[in-house]
């Protein structure tokens, strides 16, 4: 392929290119055959079917159906821990947390369509919430270990800070996606860390 320039693209870069193209093709159709007729109903072959790919392509891209539906998610909060370890080396790690999650949102906007409907898939059906909650467990380690690295703290409190973070980004985007609370996203997780940041024990 030539690119504007004239210049010949690598094959390689070519080849990536259409594995994530046909990787978000199949997360597509997992996600709009699930949310039409529900998680235990759609196999691995109707979403194959959807995307125009074989079952054994299918595995190429995917464990099974519920890594197909949940694709995307670990990459947001990976772009949350990379934002973390980005912050300035003098912000202490509640603040390199809460300042990572303002310039995030900002950037991101309100989600788009494939988070929005992941988001009320996990709540309607408990076996992609637990499978969400088993691939944040090793991620949230890492995002502790980031706290960890800037507060100099090796015992619970990064772990607890760490878990505490994550779970207003959950009550948050619930609230958002229930309409529970007026704004934008933003505006919701924002208030849920001030949250955070006030004594529980008043």
């Known amino acids: 392929m030539t690119t504007s320039s004239g210049l010949r693209e690598p094959a390689t870069g ?16 997992a996600l709009d055959l699930v949310a039409e007729y529900g998680f235990d109903k759609v196999t691995v072959e109707a979403i194959a079917d959807v995307a125009n790919i074989s079952r ?6 995917f464990n099974d159906k519920a890594d197909a ?13 990379a934002a973390v370890r980005d912050r300035p080396c003098g912000e202490t790690g509640w603040q390199a947390l809460r300042r990572a999650a303002e310039e995030l949102t900002e950037r991101r906007g309100e989600p788009d369509r494939e988070a929005v409907l992941r988001g009320k898939l996990t709540r309607r059906h408990p076996s992609l919430l637990a499978r969400q909650m088993a691939g944040f467990g090793p991620l949230e380690r890492e995002l502790a270990q980031a706290i ?13 800070l760490a878990a505490a973070y994550t779970g207003a980004v959950r009550v948050a985007n619930i609230a958002w996606l229930e309409k ?22 008043r």
Do not use: C, S
Not at 56 to 61: E, L, S
Not at 69 to 81: D, K, N
């Open 180 to 201: 529970q609370q007026n704004g934008t996203l933003r505006d919701i997780l924002l208030t849920a860390l001030d949250e955070l940041e006030k004594p529980f024990t």
């Open 69 to 81: 539906v949940m694709y995307g998610e670990e990459a947001r909060f990976r772009q949350l821990i």
């Open 148 to 160: 960890t690295e800037r507060d100099g703290d090796g015992g619970m409190r990064p772990r607890v």
């Open 56 to 61: 054994r392509t299918f595995f190429n891209y």
């Open 14 to 29: 070519l080849r990536e290119r259409k594995k994530a193209e046909t990787r978000l093709a199949v997360h597509r159709a």
